[in-house]
């Protein structure tokens, strides 16, 4: 899993569910969220974190991951115009 995805999932969580959210998220993995983008990560990164939001969220990871995505393509979809 490439960093710019754990990244940006970072940001979307920041900017759908705010700062303290995000916060709850870091403090219950109990390790910082800090990506780096270019960097590759196990995919379990990435399913750890999907758990976590679920529980702080109180949403279903598969509405969690389809929300993800829908911020991911706009995010990218401006980067190109």
């Given amino acids: 899993m490439k960093g710019i995805i754990l ?3 970072v940001d979307f969580v920041e900017n759908k569910f705010g ?4 916060n ?5 993995l109990r390790s910082p969220i800090d990506y780096y ?3 590759t990560y196990g995919d379990e990164e990435f399913y750890k974190l999907i ?3 679920e529980v702080v969220l109180q949403l279903s990871k ?6 993800f995505g829908e911020f991911f393509f706009d ?4 980067h190109k115009l």
């Fill in 37 to 39: 983008t270019l960097k």
């Fill in 19 to 22: 700062i303290q959210k995000l």
């Fill in 51 to 53: 758990e976590v939001s």
């Fill in 62 to 67: 598969e509405k969690i991951q389809y929300q």
């Fill in 75 to 78: 995010i990218n979809a401006l």
């Fill in 24 to 28: 709850k998220i870091e403090e219950d």
């Fill in 7 to 9: 990244d940006s999932y």
